[in-house]
C-alpha cells in the first residue's frame, strides 16, 4: 500500500464567545457570496479562545445550519471531543489573521471570523509548492516559476493557486471563481470573483484589475467583501493595496 499526500488551501474560522456577532458576520460573508463555503475544507481553531466544550457544540451546531461543515478542529485535545464532533487536527502554516471588516469599512472593528492556512501533507508525496493549482486551465511560465501567466478566462467553480508569486489573468475572472496568489494578482478583464494575494504574508502583494466587480479581495490575510467597497472603484480599473492594516482602493485612470 502506498500513501500520498496532497497540499489544500482551507478556510480556518476562528470562533469568538458569545457567538452571536461571529454568526452574524458569517451570515454576512455567505449573503453577498452565497458559494463562499461550499466544498471548501473548514478548520474551526479554537487556540486561545477558552471556549467550552457545550460552546463548541453550539458553534458547530450553528455552522452546520448554514451547511458549513468543520472538517477538523485545531487547539483541543482529541480526548476532549464529544462523540460525533469532527477530530482534532493540526500541523497547518497558517498566514497572518483576518480581521473582518465592520459595517462602515473598519478592518479592526468587527471581530475575527476567518482565516487562510495552507494544510500540509502529514506524509508522503508533498505536492511541488511551486506548482500552480488549477481547474484545466493553460498557463505560460515563461521560465519564471515565481509567476505564471493564464491566457483564458478563470470561468466559475475554477481556482487558480499559486503561493509562491504572481498571477497573471489574461481574461476575466467570473463570479463563483478564484484567485490565490503569494504575490500580485493582475487581472486584464472583468474581476467578478475572489481574489486573494499575498497569501504567504506579503503586505508588498497588490490586486489590479480592468474592472472591480469582485465578491471579495484580500492581501496578506486582510479582506472586504463588495459591501465594503467604495462606489468610485466599483466596475472601474483599480488597484488595491495593504497599507497599515488596511485595504486601500485606488482607481486607476
Not at 469568538?16 to 461550499?38: H, K, L, N, V, Y
Not at 479562545?49 to 451546531?61: N, W
Not at 477538523?72 to 480526548?79: F, N, P, Q, S, Y
Request: hydrophobic share 40%.
Amino acid at each position: 500500500m502506498k500513501f500520498k499526500g496532497k497540499s489544500f488551501i482551507a478556510i480556518v474560522l476562528t470562533p469568538q464567545i458569545p457567538s452571536e456577532e461571529w454568526f452574524a458576520e458569517i451570515d454576512r460573508i455567505m449573503t453577498r457570496s452565497p458559494g463562499f463555503f461550499i466544498d471548501r475544507p473548514i478548520i474551526l481553531d479554537v487556540k486561545g479562545t477558552k471556549v467550552h466544550i457545550d460552546d463548541l457544540e453550539g458553534i458547530l451546531e450553528g455552522l452546520n445550519q448554514r451547511s458549513i461543515r468543520v472538517m477538523g478542529i485545531d487547539g483541543i485535545a482529541g480526548t476532549r471531543l464529544k462523540p460525533g464532533m469532527p477530530p482534532s487536527f493540526g500541523g497547518g502554516r497558517l498566514t497572518t489573521d483576518v480581521d473582518v471588516p465592520g459595517p462602515g469599512g473598519d478592518a479592526t472593528a468587527a471581530p475575527k471570523a476567518a482565516k487562510v492556512a495552507r494544510v500540509t501533507p502529514a506524509a508522503g508525496e508533498a505536492a511541488a509548492a511551486g506548482d500552480p493549482e488549477t481547474d484545466d486551465l493553460d498557463d505560460d511560465t515563461n521560465g519564471d516559476a515565481r509567476s505564471i501567466v493564464i491566457t483564458e478566462p478563470v470561468r466559475s467553480g475554477q481556482s487558480v493557486v499559486h503561493p509562491t508569486g504572481d498571477v497573471t489573468i489574461i481574461g476575466s475572472v467570473s463570479s463563483g471563481a478564484e484567485v490565490i496568489a503569494g504575490g500580485s494578482i493582475h487581472v486584464y478583464g472583468a474581476l467578478r470573483g475572489r481574489a486573494l494575494a499575498g497569501v504567504s504574508g506579503d503586505e508588498q502583494a497588490r490586486i489590479f484589475c480592468t474592472k472591480l466587480d469582485a465578491e471579495l479581495v484580500s492581501i496578506n490575510g486582510l479582506y472586504q467583501i463588495a459591501d465594503d467597497f467604495g462606489a468610485d472603484v466599483l466596475n472601474a480599473s483599480a488597484q488595491i493595496r495593504f497599507e497599515n492594516e488596511t485595504l486601500v482602493f485606488e482607481r486607476l485612470g
